[in-house]
């Protein structure tokens, strides 16, 4: 395994139809369950790190980060939002060169698409390459499969293998490639402002390994009539012998029900892109919109007809039967649709939540193909609102449509422009999307017969997409561009939207496809940066041509609001106020817009194009965006002696969504030019450690607020800095480090974290000013336990030689407890040819690290020095590092989870050439100490507020200033579990701490820094088979308290670390972990709930009365009540094991209890049990037993605890034994066990019931052993 760090810690969507019910919005689920009900799910990232998050109950989460063991860099963690997002250090560079795709390390986001490892044994990406020759299928790097090709925005569709993530990251990006990726950075940040607000493009030059210019992941993508035909004019079509006969429209969606009426014969081709799926829509989407487009209405006696009913569908399902779909199917579907099957029009009812700014690939895509093959891609603007316009729909190109109602006010959901980063002119128009009544898939789940109502831009779409099909068939010869010239310039308009919300206005079919004047869609002038020094006004043509038998005058006038509302009219000036335009012809004016005389943003309009009589004949959308007011941030770097840093720093703008990545190049000094406002800069740093010019540091080098009024300087200056350490009570050295800085002012919030790999010894943190708005914080938190490994190097009649810096690798075989003395020999590189004629055996062999020129072949020769040393007979195996820092490496087997045949440490240079040196001299020898499971650990933190002082940084508190933990580890000796403690600040929405392994069967003393106000503690604990999991705690100073890990009675228990069962109005969510532990309020997990492994089992079910409202082999239920009125139900919970934990192979708990409509947490009366036993979980023979009954905090409904029964077995359940209760003063109730010296376990029965008749009977075989 590599090494094991942990963080507590925009992808596309279709643009989404809802079943209309009342005022139409979008879609939104019922219930808040799901799967955030805490079972634990792991993320394999493209690097091949493991990420496992954990969801608790009040909205935080748990994280730990494993490292594939040939990467030794740090991971830094963001919070933006809600989502978690872990960035492997190595990968920073390619995130600020915007070559890496962002979403690939949003962790938030990957396990709710479904790409978590349990759900996903691959992770799907789409990768551009710098040239076409570089892009066939037997060059992709290793690690991946391919799947498609994508030559429309120059790639193809991979999947990365889980187990082959790290080979695949360390062919890619070779050192070669993060000195393109810098440069590339480095370019894109010239005279410009941060990455993320810096217009992206995709192919281009490789910059990654394999000719690969961009890794992007391969994003899910789910979906965004009589009336709403009659509202955009279409009957008036019909009637004129138009309904699209001979056009080829193809629909990119979840396929068509072919058997419905309406599109019975309306198919002329198919072909699913659907791994395992026909073109069968059994969504109900693709047949909706479909229908919209081409329907013929037969279901309905020809009234609910689409569009363009005489038009041929070409059907690609892109979307799966769940809705969703990845990117590349939705490409390979456009270059079916337009290069094989040469569609005409392509309707796309789907899209990105998140906003593009028309760079990704999907809208590449569109741009590419549109202008290859003069298709036209009608595109749905997406359900986001304000959210803005998403992928593909941000390209160029498509024809974007948003969604109005019957009286053609916008819906609500229908997102907006305009277009992300450079203000471009999106949505172009707008169509009925709401309430839309169209053929009914009968694989449908909503509604009943064949049509059905649904609102969406999704809907809108298809309408677009129809009346293109119309005007396809009226001129045959027009171009797409032409075909969304005509749509937009004679929609009908809506004054009350402004063109940023609605573009032209509404669809207006029979306008477009029976008037004869028509003008260009649109006249952009673009985007103009900051300062405007050299702003130039822009000349755009319109272009208006007439079908007509008669030449036509028009009388044109332009007129465009700013952002802030004003009449920003002035900005646009005509070439000429009216023009004639001839009978079959074409006539052009100029629109000349001068930035000088807008206002700062977008500024959009129109110029309209009226007839002598004053009827509007055509309108073209215009439109610039006016960079707002910007001035230099000059970013410098220094280290201790004020030479230049490189690296990536982070830059936060006060009430940003999202931080940005930004390289400083060498010489450290980077000018960026930003919009006016609050900043913050932050950069982690290599710095020289502590002990000496061949040690590694850590600098947090930070500026938490700069105000960006005039032209700033940021200095990250290390000169400034101050170490940051914790000195324990106790010998301790620091087994993990992680430091937090926080940043909260405008709304928003900046929280980073640094995982520090073990390369790092020290910490260092540049003092700052106190802010003045909003808070700052900086927190540093360790794991400190006795030392694995120390050494003495002694040489007769001479000094000893430093080895502080010794290193236990990853991959060693055990270390034995205890002292020992070794004599040492030297064998070079450590090769085979290395030992030939060198005695070994018995002692410790000092190598140089072997250090491989081919990242790839590293590991391999690693185990390969440890094999060598093991066949020599040696002992042990030190490595001497060629670097600075300690070395961190692979030492055990091929698959890196198995250790290898010797123990293994690393050495820094400076000392590990000192030891080499004593290695000439006769006698030398190590005088080595073991402690591989440490008897005691520290837990600290040290946090400052508002500022990081200017003074020492050392914590180092007393004894009696900490708050003391006895934990003890039940289970076998030779198994080992993990142990984990998170500080819980009072400003994380991820907390952050850390998983170390544990000895089972073993006992520890912990002491841990008080928590407060400001944080808490939280922990938990895994063996093998279960997750145990506690509360968050404040342990006071100076307090003893004790911790017990899967010791017996195992059995299901509830606790407020994960959502509780609760009523949801109609619903119940019924959250019901199996496996509690005897350890003070712990709940249990199945630790491989998502796994292969057939473990752990559990089955729980509803009922109410004698009906079974449902049931599940599963620890979480959701059931529909019967009704609103209270009524009893009755939960049960049933688990089974066998085996894999040495007691409780069988329970069955049931809780009775009275629930009416309501959103609250239910009443279930919580059972623990106090039985003194063994770390092997035997208990003596005659022993005390407690019984505790209670209600959890916050539940509603509860009783006082009334009465309590117990009841012991002694073979295995088939006869019961009650016991004599006493109540305590604390409430619980205490009995004695006498068991009979022919049992080997004890089994229990108990119940429970409060003053308000909720009850609970819950029974435990084989609850513990006995001695």
Same mark, same amino acid.
């Given at each position: 395994?590599?090494?094991?760090?942990?963080?507590?810690?925009?992808?596309?969507?279709?643009?989404?139809?809802?079943?209309?019910?009342?005022?139409?919005?979008?879609?939104?689920?019922?219930?808040?369950?799901?799967?955030?009900?805490?079972?634990?799910?792991?993320?394999?990232?493209?690097?091949?790190?493991?990420?496992?998050?954990?969801?608790?109950?009040?909205?935080?989460?748990?994280?730990?980060?494993?490292?594939?063991?040939?990467?030794?860099?740090?991971?830094?963690?963001?919070?933006?939002?809600?989502?978690?997002?872990?960035?492997?250090?190595?990968?920073?560079?390619?995130?600020?060169?915007?070559?890496?795709?962002?979403?690939?390390?949003?962790?938030?986001?990957?396990?709710? &698409?479904?790409? &978590?490892?349990?759900?996903?044994?691959?992770?799907?990406?789409?990768?551009?390459?710098?040239?076409?020759?570089?892009?066939?299928?037997?060059?992709?790097?290793?690690?991946?499969?391919?799947?498609?090709?994508?030559?429309?925005?120059?790639?193809?569709?991979?999947?990365?293998? %889980?187990?082959?993530?790290?080979?695949?990251?360390?062919?890619?990006?070779?050192?070669?490639?993060?000195?393109?990726?810098?440069?590339?950075?480095?370019?894109?940040?010239?005279?410009?402002?941060?990455?993320?607000?810096?217009?992206?493009?995709?192919?281009?030059?490789?910059?990654?390994?394999?000719?690969?210019?961009?890794?992007?992941?391969?994003?899910?993508?789910?979906? !965004?009539?009589?009336?709403?035909?009659?509202?955009?004019? !279409?009957?008036?079509?019909?009637?004129?012998?138009?309904?699209?006969?001979?056009?080829?429209?193809?629909?990119?969606?979840?396929?068509?029900?072919?058997?419905?009426?309406?599109?019975?014969?309306?198919?002329?081709?198919?072909?699913?892109?659907?791994?395992?799926?026909?073109?069968?829509?059994?969504?109900?989407?693709?047949?909706?919109?479909?229908?919209?487009?081409?329907?013929?209405?037969?279901?309905?006696?020809?009234?609910?007809?689409?569009?363009?009913?005489?038009?041929?569908?070409?059907?690609?399902?892109?979307?799966?039967?769940?809705?969703?779909?990845?990117?590349?199917?939705?490409?390979?579907?456009?270059?079916?649709?337009?290069?094989?099957?040469?569609?005409?029009?392509?309707?796309?009812?789907?899209?990105?939540?998140?906003?593009?700014?028309?760079?990704?690939?999907?809208?590449?895509?569109?741009?590419?193909?549109?202008?290859?093959?003069?298709?036209?891609?009608?595109?749905?603007?997406?359900?986001?609102?304000?959210?803005?316009?998403?992928?593909?729909?941000?390209?160029?190109?498509?024809?974007?449509?948003?969604?109005?109602?019957?009286?053609?006010?916008?819906?609500?959901?229908?997102?907006?422009?305009?277009?992300?980063?450079?203000?471009?002119?999106?949505?172009?128009?707008?169509?009925?999307?709401?309430?839309?009544?169209?053929?009914?898939?009968?694989?449908?789940?909503?509604?009943?017969?064949?049509?059905?109502?649904?609102?969406?831009?999704?809907?809108?779409?298809?309408?677009?997409?129809?009346?293109?099909?119309?005007?396809?068939?009226?001129?045959?010869?027009?171009?797409?561009?032409?075909?969304?010239?005509?749509?937009?310039?004679?929609?009908?308009?809506?004054?009350?939207?402004?063109?940023?919300?609605?573009?032209?206005?509404?669809?207006?079919?029979?306008?477009?496809?029976?008037?004869?004047?028509?003008?260009?869609?649109?006249?952009?002038?673009?985007?103009?940066?900051?300062?405007?020094?050299?702003?130039?006004?822009?000349? =755009?043509?319109?272009?208006?041509?007439?079908?007509?038998?008669?030449?036509?005058?028009?009388?044109?006038?332009?007129?465009?609001?700013?952002?802030?509302?004003?009449?920003?009219?002035?900005?646009?000036?005509?070439?000429?106020?009216?023009?004639?335009?001839?009978?079959?012809?074409?006539?052009?004016?100029?629109?000349?817009?001068?930035?000088?005389?807008?206002?700062?943003?977008?500024?959009?309009?129109?110029?309209?194009?009226?007839?002598?009589?004053?009827?509007?004949?055509?309108?073209?959308?215009?439109?610039?965006? %006016?960079?707002?007011?910007?001035?230099?941030?000059?970013?410098?770097?220094?280290?201790?002696?004020?030479?230049?840093?490189?690296?990536?720093?982070?830059?936060?703008?006060?009430?940003? !969504?999202?931080?940005?990545?930004?390289?400083?190049?060498?010489?450290?000094?980077?000018?960026?030019?930003?919009?006016?406002?609050?900043?913050?800069?932050?950069?982690?740093?290599?710095?020289?450690?502590?002990?000496?010019?061949?040690?590694?540091?850590?600098?947090?080098?930070?500026?938490?607020?700069?105000?960006?009024?005039?032209?700033?300087?940021?200095?990250?200056?290390?000169?400034?800095?101050?170490?940051?350490?914790?000195?324990?009570?106790?010998?301790?050295?620091?087994?993990?480090?992680?430091?937090?800085?926080?940043?909260?002012?405008?709304?928003?919030?900046?929280?980073?974290?640094?995982?520090?790999?073990?390369?790092?010894?020290?910490?260092?943190?540049?003092?700052?000013?106190?802010?003045?708005?909003?808070?700052?914080?900086?927190?540093?938190?360790?794991? =400190?336990?006795?030392?694995?490994?120390?050494?003495?190097?002694?040489?007769?009649?001479?000094?000893?030689?430093?080895?502080?810096?010794?290193?236990?690798?990853?991959?060693?075989?055990?270390?034995?407890?205890?002292?020992?003395?070794?004599?040492?020999?030297?064998?070079?590189?450590?090769?085979?040819? &290395?030992?030939?004629?060198?005695?070994?055996?018995? =002692?410790?062999?000092?190598?140089?690290?072997?250090?491989?020129?081919?990242?790839?072949?590293?590991?391999?020769?690693?185990?390969?020095?440890?094999?060598?040393?093991?066949?020599?007979?040696?002992?042990?195996?030190?490595?001497?590092?060629?670097?600075?820092?300690?070395?961190?490496?692979?030492?055990?087997?091929?698959?890196?989870?198995?250790?290898?045949?010797?123990?293994?440490?690393?050495?820094?240079?400076?000392?590990?050439?000192?030891?080499?040196?004593?290695?000439?001299?006769?006698?030398?020898?190590?005088?080595?100490?073991?402690?591989?499971?440490?008897?005691?650990?520290?837990?600290?933190?040290?946090?400052?507020?508002?500022?990081?002082?200017?003074?020492?940084?050392?914590?180092?508190?007393?004894?009696?200033?900490?708050?003391?933990?006895?934990?003890?580890?039940?289970? =076998?000796?030779?198994?080992?579990?993990?142990?984990?403690?998170?500080?819980?600040? &009072?400003?994380?929405?991820?907390?952050?701490?850390?998983?170390?392994?544990?000895?089972?069967?073993?006992?520890?003393?912990?002491?841990?820094?008080?928590?407060?106000?400001?944080?808490?503690?939280?922990?938990?604990?895994?063996?093998?088979?279960?997750?145990?999991?506690?509360?968050?705690?404040?342990?006071?100073?100076?307090?003893?308290?004790?911790?017990?890990?899967?010791?017996?009675?195992?059995?299901?228990?509830?606790?407020?670390?994960?959502?509780?069962?609760?009523?949801?109005?109609?619903?119940?969510?019924?959250?019901?972990?199996?496996?509690?532990?005897?350890?003070?309020?712990?709940?249990?997990?199945?630790?491989?709930?998502?796994?292969?492994?057939?473990?752990?089992?559990?089955?729980?079910?509803? %009922?109410?009365?004698?009906?079974?409202?449902?049931?599940?082999?599963?620890?979480?239920?959701?059931?529909?009540?019967?009704?609103?009125?209270?009524?009893?139900?009755?939960?049960?919970?049933?688990?089974?094991?066998?085996?894999?934990?040495?007691?409780?192979?069988?329970?069955?708990?049931?809780?009775?209890?009275?629930?009416?409509?309501?959103?609250?947490?239910?009443?279930?009366?919580?059972?623990?049990?106090?039985?003194?036993?063994?770390?092997?979980?035997?208990?003596?023979?005659?022993?005390?037993?407690?019984?505790?009954?209670?209600?959890?905090?916050?539940?509603?409904?509860?009783?006082?605890?009334?009465?309590?029964?117990?009841?012991?077995?002694?073979?295995?359940?088939?006869?019961?034994?009650?016991?004599?209760?006493?109540?305590?003063?604390?409430?619980?109730?205490?009995?004695?066990?006498?068991?009979?010296?022919?049992?080997?376990?004890?089994?229990?029965?108990?119940?429970?019931?409060?003053?308000?008749?909720?009850?609970?009977?819950?029974?435990?075989?084989?609850?513990?052993?006995?001695?």
């Amino acid at each position: 395994m590599g090494t094991v760090l942990a963080a507590i810690a925009a992808t596309p969507s279709i643009a989404q139809a809802t079943a209309s019910q009342g005022t139409p919005a979008p879609p939104s689920g019922t219930i808040s369950a799901g799967a955030s009900f805490g079972a634990p799910r792991t993320v394999t990232l493209v690097t091949g790190d493991r990420v496992t998050v954990t969801a608790l109950a009040d909205g935080r989460s748990t994280a730990t980060v494993e490292r594939p063991a040939n990467l030794t860099g740090g991971v830094q963690t963001q919070t933006v939002g809600k989502d978690l997002y872990v960035y492997p250090t190595e990968v920073l560079p390619y995130l600020a060169a915007g070559v890496l795709d962002r979403r690939l390390f949003d962790v938030t986001a990957l396990i709710k &698409d479904g790409y &978590d490892d349990a759900r996903s044994s691959k992770l799907p990406l789409i990768v551009q390459y710098g040239d076409a020759k570089a892009r066939t299928a037997d060059a992709i790097p290793k690690g991946l499969s391919d799947r498609l090709d994508l030559p429309a925005v120059h790639g193809r569709a991979v999947s990365e293998n %889980r187990a082959g993530a790290a080979a695949f990251w360390q062919e890619v990006a070779p050192a070669d490639a993060l000195g393109r990726a810098k440069a590339r950075a480095a370019l894109r940040q010239t005279g410009a402002g941060l990455p993320a607000q810096v217009k992206g493009a995709g192919g281009g030059a490789a910059v990654f390994g394999a000719n690969i210019s961009h890794i992007w992941l391969d994003g899910k993508v789910t979906s !965004a009539l009589a009336d709403s035909t009659s509202q955009i004019g !279409a009957p008036g079509v019909w009637q004129s012998g138009t309904d699209g006969k001979g056009v080829d429209v193809a629909i990119l969606d979840p396929g068509i029900d072919a058997e419905h009426p309406d599109l019975n014969g309306q198919m002329a081709a198919s072909q699913s892109f659907v791994p395992g799926q026909d073109v069968t829509d059994r969504n109900g989407h693709g047949t909706h919109t479909a229908s919209t487009i081409a329907g013929t209405g037969a279901a309905s006696d020809g009234k609910e007809k689409g569009v363009a009913p005489g038009a041929r569908l070409l059907v690609g399902k892109v979307l799966g039967n769940d809705g969703y779909g990845d990117e590349s199917w939705i490409i390979a579907g456009m270059q079916w649709a337009a290069q094989t099957r040469h569609a005409k029009v392509v309707n796309m009812s789907l899209g990105s939540t998140g906003p593009s700014d028309g760079s990704d690939p999907m809208s590449q895509a569109v741009n590419e193909l549109s202008d290859a093959t003069g298709a036209l891609f009608v595109i749905a603007a997406g359900n986001s609102g304000p959210g803005g316009i998403g992928a593909p729909g941000a390209a160029t190109s498509a024809l974007t449509v948003g969604a109005v109602d019957s009286t053609d006010q916008l819906a609500d959901f229908s997102s907006w422009g305009p277009r992300y980063l450079d203000g471009g002119l999106k949505p172009e128009i707008t169509a009925p999307g709401v309430d839309i009544l169209a053929a009914r898939s009968q694989y449908s789940t909503e509604g009943s017969g064949p049509y059905l109502t649904l609102s969406g831009t999704s809907m809108a779409t298809p309408h677009v997409a129809g009346a293109a099909a119309l005007l396809a068939e009226r001129h045959t010869d027009w171009t797409g561009q032409q075909i969304k010239d005509a749509l937009v310039s004679t929609a009908h308009e809506t004054p009350g939207i402004p063109v940023t919300k609605g573009g032209s206005g509404r669809l207006d079919a029979k306008a477009a496809v029976l008037g004869t004047v028509h003008a260009s869609a649109t006249a952009w002038a673009g985007f103009y940066p900051w300062p405007h020094t050299a702003d130039q006004p822009t000349v =755009k043509t319109v272009t208006y041509s007439n079908t007509g038998g008669s030449d036509v005058r028009l009388r044109l006038r332009a007129t465009a609001t700013g952002t802030d509302g004003s009449d920003a009219s002035g900005a646009f000036a005509l070439s000429m106020s009216g023009v004639t335009v001839p009978a079959g012809g074409a006539a052009s004016v100029t629109v000349t817009a001068d930035p000088a005389k807008a206002p700062y943003g977008a500024t959009d309009g129109q110029v309209e194009a009226t007839a002598t009589d004053g009827t509007v004949l055509s309108h073209t959308l215009i439109g610039l965006d %006016r960079e707002d007011e910007r001035y230099n941030l000059t970013i410098t770097t220094g280290d201790r002696t004020g030479a230049g840093i490189p690296g990536t720093a982070v830059i936060y703008r006060t009430g940003d !969504a999202d931080p940005s990545p930004v390289e400083i190049p060498a010489g450290g000094r980077l000018t960026l030019r930003l919009p006016k406002g609050e900043y913050s800069v932050l950069m982690y740093a290599d710095l020289p450690g502590a002990a000496g010019p061949d040690d590694l540091g850590l600098g947090v080098l930070s500026v938490p607020q700069v105000r960006l009024d005039r032209d700033r300087t940021a200095a990250l200056d290390a000169r400034n800095a101050h170490r940051v350490s914790s000195v324990a009570p106790h010998r301790a050295e620091d087994r993990l480090t992680r430091v937090e800085w926080n940043r909260v002012a405008g709304g928003g919030t900046f929280n980073a974290n640094f995982l520090l790999p073990a390369a790092y010894t020290s910490v260092w943190a540049q003092s700052t000013a106190k802010v003045t708005s909003g808070s700052f914080a900086f927190d540093t938190r360790w794991r =400190k336990s006795a030392p694995t490994l120390t050494a003495t190097a002694l040489r007769p009649h001479l000094p000893a030689v430093d080895m502080s810096s010794l290193l236990v690798q990853a991959g060693s075989a055990l270390l034995p407890a205890g002292r020992r003395k070794l004599p040492v020999v030297y064998a070079g590189a450590g090769t085979t040819a &290395d030992y030939a004629g060198l005695d070994a055996k018995g =002692k410790a062999v000092v190598v140089r690290y072997d250090r491989q020129a081919d990242p790839a072949a590293q590991s391999a020769t690693d185990t390969a020095q440890a094999a060598a040393a093991a066949a020599a007979g040696a002992k042990l195996l030190l490595v001497v590092n060629d670097t600075v820092g300690r070395l961190s490496s692979w030492y055990g087997a091929d698959d890196f989870e198995t250790t290898g045949p010797i123990e293994v440490a690393g050495l820094q240079a400076a000392q590990g050439t000192s030891l080499i040196a004593a290695a000439g001299h006769p006698g030398l020898v190590l005088d080595l100490a073991s402690t591989p499971t440490s008897p005691y650990a520290y837990d600290l933190v040290e946090r400052h507020d508002g500022a990081i002082p200017d003074a020492d940084l050392t914590y180092t508190p007393k004894t009696a200033d900490l708050a003391r933990i006895d934990s003890r580890f039940a289970g =076998k000796a030779t198994d080992s579990g993990d142990n984990g403690r998170y500080d819980m600040q &009072d400003f994380d929405r991820y907390g952050v701490g850390y998983q170390t392994a544990q000895t089972l069967g073993t006992t520890r003393t912990d002491w841990v820094t008080p928590g407060g106000t400001k944080f808490g503690w939280y922990e938990e604990s895994d063996n093998p088979a279960v997750q145990e999991r506690s509360l968050v705690t404040t342990p006071a100073k100076g307090s003893r308290t004790r911790s017990d890990w899967f010791l017996s009675v195992f059995h299901p228990r509830l606790n407020e670390s994960q959502s509780l069962p609760d009523r949801q109005g109609d619903f119940f969510v019924l959250n019901v972990p199996g496996w509690g532990d005897s350890g003070s309020g712990h709940n249990g997990f199945d630790q491989n709930l998502w796994g292969d492994e057939d473990m752990l089992h559990e089955k729980v079910s509803l %009922r109410q009365g004698s009906t079974e409202l449902g049931s599940t082999l599963y620890q979480q239920l959701t059931a529909t009540a019967p009704g609103p009125a209270p009524l009893r139900y009755q939960l049960v919970a049933e688990t089974s094991q066998s085996g894999v934990l040495p007691y409780s192979p069988a329970t069955r708990t049931e809780w009775g209890f009275t629930s009416g409509n309501g959103y609250v947490d239910l009443p279930l009366i919580q059972l623990d049990y106090g039985v003194a036993t063994s770390l092997s979980g035997k208990a003596k023979r005659t022993t005390p037993l407690s019984l505790t009954a209670s209600h959890l905090a916050g539940v509603t409904g509860a009783g006082r605890i009334s009465a309590a029964t117990l009841k012991v077995s002694f073979d295995d359940g088939s006869s019961w034994v009650p016991l004599t209760l006493r109540r305590q003063a604390n409430g619980s109730w205490t009995s004695t066990v006498k068991a009979p010296k022919s049992a080997a376990y004890v089994s229990l029965r108990a119940t429970a019931k409060d003053s308000a008749g909720n009850t609970v009977t819950q029974t435990v075989l084989n609850a513990y052993g006995l001695e």
